[in-house]
């Protein structure tokens, strides 16, 4: 059985209370054992998506449900429940008509997402979104290419047409060397082979993309090694077109793609970095289940939580 997901708003008497079942401060207020308060990556999500909470619909909250629920005579027939991703403590009413009598016992709730592991999902979701964007360019890039390709007497007689009624400064760009107009007629000036072969060049590229966006939506190892080698093979071309021809865009891409190398080799600990693959779900590992929600607790809660 997984959490219940809300994000409703308590009624103005319960949140305005700052009492606990032990008499002494709110369960959120108190220091934490790890000595960590914030946690940027738990406060966006559930910001997004509403808190993770269990209890809501429960009759009663028992002594060891303590970790994830508390009564509290002081809030006017509420109780406070944890978040069980971002750890915040939120004041609720007792249910009316309680759905069940009791909180599920440990093995019958899903933990949420937290701590690295979903820091990683959500940043590697990000990288996914960027590469799925390159392979929509490029494989929009790729057809009219190919469609260059296939009309390549056409376009460059109208090419040529466009041109010579224009005049002025937009024929002067096309001589130079400078210039959409330019680039347009130098694509129109290669063999229909070579246009073919570009083509398809950029629609593997795009490919490559997409599937890397694939894996790293789904978290998969093999796509943060392929990511790596692939934006790292093109970051001495990225430097050297930037060189020849400075841009805020190509600037802008050259920074994005030397951040995702830095933290895939890094934070991800690929070939072997930092103890490799196993340290990298040994650390994952430490921030989910129940024993990270007992080393996250406040002190006071910590302390007296049921070991299993």
Same mark, same amino acid.
């Given at each position: 059985?997984?959490?219940?997901?809300?994000?409703?708003?308590?009624?103005?008497?319960?949140?305005?209370?700052?009492?606990?079942?032990?008499?002494?401060?709110?369960?959120?207020?108190?220091?934490?054992?790890?000595?960590?308060?914030?946690?940027?990556? #738990?406060?966006?999500?559930?910001? %997004?998506?509403?808190?993770?909470?269990? /209890?809501?619909?429960?009759?009663?909250?028992?002594?060891?449900?303590?970790?994830?629920?508390?009564?509290?005579?002081?809030?006017?027939?509420?109780?406070?429940?944890?978040?069980?991703?971002?750890?915040?403590?939120?004041?609720?009413?007792?249910?009316?008509?309680?759905?069940?009598?009791?909180?599920? #016992?440990?093995?019958?709730?899903?933990?949420?997402?937290? /701590?690295?592991?979903?820091?990683?999902?959500?940043?590697?979701?990000?990288?996914?979104?960027?590469?799925?964007?390159?392979?929509?360019?490029?494989?929009?890039?790729?057809?009219?290419?190919?469609?260059?390709?296939?009309?390549?007497?056409?376009?460059?007689?109208?090419?040529?047409?466009?041109?010579?009624?224009?005049?002025?400064?937009?024929?002067?760009?096309?001589?130079?060397?400078? /210039?959409?107009?330019?680039?347009?007629?130098?694509?129109?000036?290669?063999?229909?082979?070579?246009?073919?072969?570009? /083509?398809?060049?950029?629609?593997?590229?795009?490919?490559?993309?997409?599937?890397?966006?694939?894996?790293? %939506?789904?978290?998969?190892? %093999?796509?943060?090694?392929?990511?790596?080698?692939?934006?790292?093979?093109?970051?001495?071309?990225?430097?050297?077109?930037?060189?020849?021809?400075?841009?805020?865009?190509?600037?802008?891409?050259?920074?994005?793609?030397?951040?995702?190398?830095?933290?895939?080799?890094?934070?991800?600990?690929?070939?072997?970095?930092?103890?490799?693959?196993?340290?990298? #779900?040994?650390?994952?590992?430490?921030?989910?289940?129940?024993?990270?929600?007992?080393?996250?607790?406040?002190?006071?809660?910590?302390?007296?939580?049921?070991?299993?």
């Amino acid at each position: 059985m997984s959490a219940a997901t809300t994000s409703d708003e308590p009624e103005r008497d319960i949140g305005e209370r700052s009492g606990t079942p032990s008499a002494t401060v709110a369960p959120g207020t108190q220091r934490y054992a790890t000595g960590k308060r914030h946690r940027s990556y #738990e406060l966006l999500v559930c910001g %997004w998506s509403g808190h993770e909470l269990v /209890g809501a619909d429960a009759a009663r909250v028992r002594l060891k449900d303590g970790l994830i629920a508390r009564e509290d005579p002081e809030l006017k027939g509420g109780r406070w429940l944890r978040c069980l991703r971002c750890d915040a403590w939120l004041p609720m009413r007792a249910p009316a008509q309680p759905a069940r009598e009791h909180i599920p #016992e440990r093995d019958e709730i899903v933990v949420p997402l937290r /701590g690295k592991g979903l820091r990683d999902k959500l940043v590697l979701r990000v990288i996914a979104i960027d590469r799925a964007l390159h392979f929509v360019v490029l494989t929009a890039l790729a057809v009219a290419i190919l469609i260059v390709a296939a009309h390549r007497a056409e376009l460059r007689t109208e090419l040529y047409r466009v041109l010579a009624d224009l005049q002025g400064g937009l024929l002067q760009s096309a001589r130079t060397g400078h /210039g959409l107009l330019h680039d347009a007629n130098e694509l129109l000036s290669l063999r229909t082979t070579k246009l073919h072969l570009v /083509g398809l060049a950029v629609l593997g590229y795009a490919l490559l993309e997409g599937l890397e966006a694939v894996g790293l %939506w789904f978290q998969k190892r %093999w796509a943060e090694y392929l990511t790596f080698i692939a934006t790292t093979l093109l970051l001495p071309l990225e430097v050297a077109e930037l060189a020849s021809r400075f841009s805020v865009l190509k600037l802008t891409t050259l920074a994005v793609n030397l951040a995702i190398v830095v933290y895939l080799i890094y934070a991800k600990r690929l070939f072997g970095l930092r103890g490799g693959g196993r340290a990298d #779900e040994a650390a994952r590992a430490y921030d989910q289940g129940w024993a990270a929600l007992e080393r996250t607790s406040p002190v006071e809660l910590a302390s007296s939580a049921p070991r299993r």
